[in-house]
């Protein structure tokens, strides 16, 4: 990690990742997935909600009000729940966006770190957490991830150690047993696209950039309006059949 510059403070990182996250939006409701390029583009789209859960894990550390953290995600998870169902072609209780397992890891780092909490306590809120989030994109992984970031806080190493464990031992097995080795016609080897969000993170510098009003508020509102345009695009535009066609 030493010869890698930090250079990025925490707004940056944050922008990349809502840029490459509408990108592998854009690239999963408007480009077939039984064509390689889709899964090319979708590379590099992995290792967006790795960076957010480390920021909801840092929020934790350096915000003045926990609950009224939590309580501002889990309103945006109601927010942009139509938004993604809508988008993604779910229906209103088959999945909801990884805002929702973004806030409950965010609950269960709270419970964790209190230490008047009953260990079994600590332990029954992690499995409800991860129990609730698991029909959301990415699942109760988001939520292992913000413990992992979390926890070991403080001590980078360690807590990439930990998102690499989690990664390669519980995320893709588990996309491997819900959608199988191949996605259509190709492997699934574009989801190891989350461990690029390690150089991206080893970037980071430990300053939050400039405090603004607009960067306070950016993801709560990029998020559902980003969903909100890839629908309207998706429902009065032909691009799903011209970028179709021409692959």
């Excluded at 926890?151 to 990439?160: A, D, P, T």
């Amino acid at each position: 990690m030493g010869i890698i510059r930090k250079t990025l403070t925490a707004n940056n990182l944050k922008i990349i990742a809502a840029g490459i996250m509408f990108f592998d939006h854009f690239v999963s409701v408007f480009i077939p997935h039984n064509e390689l390029l889709s899964l090319i583009f979708r590379l590099f789209g992995r290792a967006a909600a790795p960076v957010f859960c480390y920021f909801i894990a840092e929020g934790y550390h350096y915000t003045s009000n926990i609950k009224k953290y939590i309580g501002r995600l889990l309103v945006l998870a109601v927010v942009s729940h139509l938004p993604y169902i809508l988008s993604f072609g779910y229906t209103m209780f088959q999945a909801t966006s990884v805002v929702w397992p973004l806030a409950l890891g965010l609950i269960a780092l709270a419970v964790c770190k209190n230490g008047r909490i009953n260990v079994i306590i600590k332990l029954a809120v992690v499995l409800v957490c991860c129990a609730v989030s698991y029909t959301a994109n990415w699942f109760f992984v988001a939520v292992l991830w913000i413990l992992v970031f979390g926890m070991f806080h403080g001590n980078f190493k360690r807590q990439i150690a930990g998102f690499c464990v989690v990664g390669a031992a519980i995320y893709m097995p588990m996309i491997l047993r819900n959608y199988g080795f191949f996605h259509e016609r190709f492997p699934q080897w574009f989801q190891f696209g989350i461990f690029l969000a390690v150089p991206l993170l080893a970037m980071y510098n430990g300053k939050s950039g400039s405090k603004t009003r607009f960067m306070s508020w950016f993801f709560y509102v990029f998020y559902p309006a980003h969903l909100i345009l890839l629908y309207l695009l998706k429902k009065f535009t032909a691009l799903s059949e011209v970028l179709g066609s021409r692959l």
